[in-house]
């Protein structure tokens, strides 16, 4: 725990005009960020007496190694360059709203030759029209269903509408009239796009001249006694009135607003949002925050409108916007919208009428939504809480482990032998955190040898991380960081299990000492490995090696899930019905999960390989049309340069270049059938028992599959 005194600015350093400020702790990690109208003004409130202080900015001052700032030119520059930080540091004692759910959203795709109408998720994408969000995504097929009678939208994915295209055969829906199938051409693009800028018309809201014209049309053709035509125009009107009854008129006068509320205990906060467009309620969201900071309600909702629209712009931003407490001073926070939406935007608080009565419902829902997070969380609060008290317990710790990191080796029979390394904070996954290794410096299999590799690998690269940071290095672990450099971690590091294979982790990987989140720079409380004895005696021997005796290490064994300690000879055993127990179970097999996903990932890759991958200047659409006029690689191999100048778009000096590839790689081992043995000398023939890779060479049927059982 810091002394605020230690770092507190000398009087006449703190300049008296607007910014932003940046709190971090020892590890130069940015744990706060704020705005002020004076930085002088708004800084000296935190270094009062401790005793006087807030219990969590107490927390925060504590916490905090040093603080520094930047000086704007207006409260607006602040107040943008605040959000800006806030996304990028993921400051700990900010206000950080959580979404209680990922809400889905109506698409149009207009981004493309034909638009599509479907259900997304997650970051809105350039060129898309969004409309929601919803509260469930049956909700959004529901109204497409009925409006595709109207809007007959492309709803398809691109694999389905190539494959009508190829064919020449649309859909279902477009031979029941739901789509006007521009897969077969029954429709032009220019029409297509039209009808869907339609669409988005009506769920815009300017429902009330389409409706009209579409009445018009229906007596025009009674008129004419075209009454087919007629009674489908009415069906059309029926449906469309039909799905606007689904989002009842809240506000007569057509307003497009959101309306904001907050309920608040001391120690959470909840925010509920209502989307208001046309004057029909077209979406709902909420979230939820921890109140780790002394904020007002009218603090919170600046919090909130900086979530909302720090990354809107247009239409997105309503010309209005109702709130329950104005930000202090309002001014900037207004500009700023204004700026975001390109025309203005009034941010007040209902006083009287429909939007007074519709935010009373609006601050309804939140209270129930925060009633309803605090009886979730209680148990979960409690449950992870004692998890940690009994492992504290069981390995004799000195503090709880807030951060536990567990280590897992990979491999199928000693080939693609890989490691993860997982991170649990406070009783809870920490994705963005996770990494994950490639085992290089050795072959075989060596699940211990292996083990000892990760943990040094990996606590090199957080004393390289110390040493940059100017913190107190340990004797005798000077030699282990001058050889970060010579023992070059060629092992991956991703941020999950999605991530692209990128090899690196020199010295020079280390991001600048700017508070961003960096690979391997903050020390676990505990290290959990996947396994016995050697598994843990290997990790432990590897941080001794290092120099580092502050870390407990223990390891967790399937067998019997016994928890086993360094340089003890029998294992601690926890009570079946234990938490801790069950948290370290938890954290092994998400390490276990992580660890063979990567494996299996690399294993398909090797699987996929083919010679022709080491041709210089060969792309995939070449090296697919080789494999289609050859037919596999072996016949590939066996042309002469002038028949492989033969495909199209290969010339005599690619064509050279590829008979030398060819020649100087060394062919695939035989296929086998795994029904009677036989090698398959021929390996063009479609035989039982074998497949073809992606690169055109035959695969053993079973081999993924029957060699599975050996993987670990």
Not at 502 to 524: Q, S
Not at 539 to 546: I, N, S, V
Not at 579 to 606: M, P, S, W
Not at 660 to 667: D, G
């Amino acid at each position: 725990m810091a002394d605020p005194s230690s770092y507190r600015p000398k009087p006449g350093q703190i300049p008296d005009s607007p910014g932003v400020y940046r709190f971090r702790d020892e590890h130069r990690r940015v744990i706060y960020v704020g705005k002020a109208k004076s930085l002088r003004q708004r800084l000296a409130n935190y270094f009062q007496d401790l005793a006087s202080l807030h219990p969590r900015t107490r927390t925060m001052v504590t916490t905090a190694a040093s603080v520094e700032w930047t000086v704007v030119s207006t409260e607006v520059e602040a107040l943008q360059l605040e959000y800006s930080w806030i996304k990028e540091y993921d400051p700990r004692f900010n206000v950080k709203y959580r979404d209680d759910k990922s809400y889905p959203y109506l698409a149009v795709t207009m981004n493309e030759e034909f638009p599509r109408v479907q259900v997304m998720r997650g970051h809105k994408k350039k060129g898309v029209r969004y409309f929601g969000p919803y509260g469930h995504a049956w909700a959004i097929r529901d109204t497409v269903d009925l409006l595709l009678r109207v809007f007959p939208v492309r709803t398809c994915s691109a694999g389905v509408f190539k494959n009508a295209t190829r064919t020449g055969r649309p859909c279902l829906l477009g031979y029941i009239g739901k789509c006007s199938a521009p897969c077969v051409g029954r429709i032009e693009p220019e029409d297509h796009r039209e009808l869907a800028e339609e669409f988005c018309d009506f769920m815009a809201g300017r429902t009330g001249t389409y409706l009209r014209r579409l009445e018009q049309r229906m007596r025009d053709a009674a008129e004419e006694m075209e009454y087919e035509r007629a009674a489908r125009l009415r069906d059309d009107i029926e449906a469309l009135k039909k799905a606007m009854e689904k989002n009842a008129v809240v506000l007569a006068d057509a307003t497009d607003a959101d309306l904001i509320a907050v309920a608040e205990d001391e120690l959470e906060a909840a925010v509920q949002i209502f989307h208001v467009r046309g004057g029909r309620v077209r979406g709902q969201r909420g979230w939820v925050t921890d109140k780790v900071e002394d904020v007002t309600t009218a603090a919170l909702v600046e919090h909130a409108l900086q979530q909302l629209y720090g990354e809107e712009t247009g239409d997105a931003v309503p010309k209005e916007v109702l709130v329950p407490a104005l930000p202090d001073p309002v001014e900037p926070v207004q500009e700023w919208l204004t700026g975001r939406r390109g025309s203005n935007v009034s941010l007040r608080i209902p006083q009287r009428g429909d939007k007074k009565a519709l935010m009373e419902t609006v601050q309804r829902n939140a209270q129930q939504a925060l009633a309803l997070h605090k009886t979730k969380r209680a148990s979960d609060l409690t449950t992870r809480s004692r998890a940690l008290e009994e492992i504290s317990d069981a390995l004799d710790l000195d503090s709880a482990p807030l951060r536990i990191e567990c280590y897992d080796i990979s491999h199928l029979q000693g080939d693609d032998v890989v490691a993860s390394m997982v991170v649990f904070e406070d009783g809870l996954q920490r994705k963005s955190e996770y990494r994950r290794f490639q085992i290089k410096g050795f072959a075989g299999q060596d699940d211990v040898r292996s083990m000892h590799e990760v943990i040094t690998r990996r606590f090199r690269r957080y004393l390289a991380e110390k040493e940059k940071t100017g913190e107190w290095v340990e004797e005798g672990t000077e030699d282990a960081l001058t050889d970060t450099a010579a023992h070059t971690d060629t092992g991956t590091d991703n941020d999950n299990d999605t991530g692209t294979d990128t090899d690196g982790g020199t010295a020079d990987g280390f991001k600048d000492d700017d508070g961003r989140p960096k690979k391997f720079a903050y020390p676990p409380q505990l290290v959990v490995v996947d396994g016995g004895q050697p598994q843990v005696a290997a990790a432990k021997r590897a941080l001794d090696e290092l120099g580092i005796d502050d870390i407990a290490v223990c390891g967790l064994a399937k067998r019997l899930e016994e928890v086993w300690l360094p340089e003890d000879d029998d294992p601690v055993v926890l009570p079946r019905s234990s938490e801790g127990l069950y948290l370290l179970q938890r954290v092994r097999d998400e390490a276990h999960r992580f660890a063979i996903t990567y494996q299996r990932t690399k294993r398909a890759k090797r699987f996929r390989s083919s010679p022709l991958d080491d041709v210089p200047g060969l792309g995939e659409t070449r090296k697919q049309a080789l494999i289609k006029h050859f037919g596999s690689v072996k016949k590939l191999r066996s042309a002469t340069i002038e028949q492989i100048q033969e495909v199209p778009g290969i010339g005599r000096k690619t064509a050279e270049t590829i008979a030398v590839a060819l020649a100087q790689a060394a062919p695939a081992a035989p296929a086998v059938n795994t029904a009677t043995g036989e090698i398959m000398d021929d390996r063009e023939d479609e035989a039982p028992g074998t497949t073809a890779d992606a690169s055109g060479e035959p695969v053993p049927a079973g081999a993924p599959d029957d060699r599975r059982g050996q993987e670990r």
